[in-house]
Nanobody, 121 residues
Framework: QVQLVESGGGLVQAGGSLRLSCAASGSIFSIYDMNWYRQAPGKQREMVAVITSGGSTNVADSVKGRFTISRDNAKNTMYLQMNSLKPEDTAVYYC???????????????WGQGTQVTVSS
């Protein structure tokens, strides 16, 4: 059983910062790509940032220069540092990861339950 648990969301004023965490736990053999997605009310879920197991990163144009993704492989944890937040960043943020639970078994896709980020103007 693998779980992804997000934390760090909350209410912040425009221009403020938040740091999200996503901790993976359970029967984990290895973790491949990890991603942050977000979904605003009435909108489709969109990818915000991705980080590979080797540490290569990519972020969406809408958050480039403001959000930074990172991971600590020893802790099976991923982070999203969000600076200069805007009201349009308001959404539920989800973590996603491809995780192999056992040697010889293909990796599967896992999702966290989401954490709300609200940015007031």
């Amino acid at each position: 059983q693998v779980q992804l648990v997000e934390s760090g969301g909350g209410l912040v004023q425009a221009g403020g910062s938040l740091r999200l965490s996503c901790a993976a736990s359970g029967s984990i053999f290895s973790i491949y790509d990890m991603n942050w997605y977000r979904q605003a009310p009435g909108k489709q879920r969109e990818m915000v940032a991705v980080i590979t197991s080797g540490g290569s990163t990519n972020v969406a144009d809408s958050v480039k220069g403001r959000f930074t993704i990172s991971r600590d492989n020893a802790k099976n944890t991923m982070y999203l540092q969000m600076n200069s937040l805007k009201p349009e960043d308001t959404a539920v943020y989800y973590c996603n990861a491809r995780i192999k639970v056992k040697l010889g078994i293909p990796p599967s896709n896992y999702w966290g339950q989401g954490t709300q980020v609200t940015v007031s103007s």
